[in-house]
């Protein structure tokens, strides 16, 4: 039987909700309004030891709320990881933010001490403004694209998180038009599983997808390099094979998050109001409960009797406890819109890499079928940036 306790692994990635309160009133957001905590510099080196004690890689991922309202803890805990504080292991730093609060402060640090910022950007103004506003209500589009420019002058891979609503899922071809044209190279997207999809707005979604896939495919041919998660996710699929347990974030084991009370829980939705539960791992204090995590891990890693003899098994993301227990309350129930997502997005990502790959088109082989892509990715801009 698998034993929680004695796991170790190579990476793992340690989610410190660094504080519940937030200057945006995103209504799709799993963070509870109830709340706003905020974590102690002893609760985030407690978390962040206890991640380096689990893994020789830790990935510290600061969450809120809005993370940047707790810059100087973020700050501390940057620097006690630098100083050895939080145990031995290679750290690797990300902020989730909303990017309101990023300034040439907020860049200059980060650029020096090498910690990556992610930005959730919806889109274009209509679909960012229909559920991402200020506590105000009024939309936020100005101040978080603003924030773009600055942070792609120090790092041309910033990441872009793109949320996809039923009532903007026809505006997603102009969304990514515009991201993209802002110089964003890495987009990911994820669909809103908890909202009001019917066969209506799915089937909006379906075309935007496929003039999506179009964008993706002018793209490749123009031979831009660039991430795009609804389709990259998939075609790796395709070509490499499913994504082992390794590979996955296995919430609970190679991902946990903590909350500003110092409870450990498997991922960032199980936090929610911070009120314990049976989804608690643990504390920080006192390390994980190996019976909570091993029934866990156990629950969500089960088979889901809904997916057997699917053609997708394997290839799809039925396996996210996360998506799971928030749109069903049961870790082995998969989310019935999840399921329809990726039948109706598996073919379409397949056919695209199909029609690349029988072109022979040397952007689309390069990225998909050479391990060593992201670093010669870097390399290649390292160089055609000092012939500029």
Same mark, same amino acid.
């Given at each position: ?19 519940? =309160? ?6 799709? *957001? ?8 905020? /974590? ?16 020789? =890689? ?6 809120? %709320? ?29 902020? #989730? ?5 990023? @300034? ?58 793109? #949320?996809?609503?039923? @009532? ?84 609970? /084991? ?8 110092? $409870? ?11 009120? %314990? ?38 290839? *799809?993301? *039925? ?40 072109? $022979? ?28």
């Amino acid at each position: 039987m698998f034993s929680a306790s004695e796991g170790y692994h190579w990476a793992v990635i340690v989610n410190l909700h660094v504080t519940g =309160d937030c200057n945006l009133r995103c209504d799709y *957001c799993y963070a509870s309004p109830k709340t706003r905590a905020r /974590m102690d510099r002893a609760t985030a080196r407690q978390a962040v030891s206890l991640a380096a004690s689990q893994a020789t =890689d830790v990935h510290v991922m600061f969450f809120g %709320g809005e993370p940047l309202l707790e810059r100087s803890l973020i700050e501390q805990v940057v620097q006690d990881c630098e100083l050895g504080l939080c145990g031995q292991a290679r750290f690797y730093f990300q902020v #989730v933010t909303n990017g309101t609060l990023v @300034d040439d402060d907020v860049v200059a640090w980060a650029a020096q001490h090498q910690v990556s910022i992610s930005v959730s950007l919806d889109g274009c103004r209509e679909a960012h403004d229909r559920h991402r506003t200020l506590s105000g209500g009024e939309g936020s589009f100005a101040q978080t694209v603003r924030s773009i420019p600055l942070l792609l002058a120090n790092n041309p891979y910033l990441h872009v998180q793109m #949320v996809i609503s039923p @009532d903007t899922a026809s505006l997603l071809p102009q969304s990514l038009e515009f991201v993209f044209g802002l110089g964003v190279r890495h987009v990911s997207t994820s669909i809103n599983y908890q909202g009001p999809w019917d066969r209506s707005s799915l089937e909006r979604l379906g075309h935007a997808y496929e003039k999506a896939a179009r964008l993706y495919e002018k793209k490749t041919l123009r031979g831009d390099r660039f991430f795009l998660s609804c389709f990259d996710a998939r075609i790796r699929t395709r070509v490499r094979g499913p994504c082992t347990e390794e590979e996955r974030c296995t919430a609970g /084991m190679h991902q946990f998050s903590v909350s500003p009370s110092g $409870r450990i829980y498997p991922c960032v939705q199980f936090v929610g109001d911070d009120q %314990g539960g049976g989804h608690v791992l643990g504390h920080v204090s006192t390390g994980f409960e190996p019976l909570a995590r091993e029934r866990f891990h156990e629950a969500s890693e089960a088979a889901k009797p809904q997916c057997q003899g699917c053609a997708l098994l394997g290839r *799809c993301s *039925c396996w996210c406890a996360c998506v799971n227990w928030a749109t069903t309350g049961n870790l082995a129930q998969v989310s019935p819109v999840l399921c329809e997502h990726e039948r109706m997005l598996m073919p379409m990502a397949d056919v695209l890499a199909s029609r690349l790959f029988s072109r $022979r088109n040397t952007m689309f082989i390069h990225k998909h079928y050479n391990a060593a892509f992201p670093i010669l990715s870097v390399a290649e801009d390292i160089l055609e940036a000092a012939e500029r």
